[in-house]
């Protein structure tokens, strides 16, 4: 998952999501840095990489922004 929160400390880095959770605040995905932390993230912070992959093949297209 690409962290695209420009506030957020991990902005810009590419994590592999390990699961998620889910509260009262909403859903969150826990996503591993390379030192081996957990942190979770909101849905509205991250772009789901693997979703606009799938979509870019499908319709031929070089890039998706598609947020959630």
């Not at 932390?37 to 990489?49: C, M, R, V």
Request: charged fraction near 15%; include cysteine.
């Amino acid at each position: 998952m690409l962290v695209t929160h420009q506030f957020h400390p991990l902005f810009g880095r590419q994590l592999p999501c390990v699961g998620k959770r889910s509260n009262l605040q909403g859903e969150r995905l826990l996503l591993q840095t390379d030192d081996g932390a957990i942190w979770p993230l909101p849905l509205n912070g991250l772009i789901l990489s693997a979703l606009i992959q799938k979509l870019s093949r499908a319709t031929g297209a070089r890039s998706c922004w598609f947020r959630t």
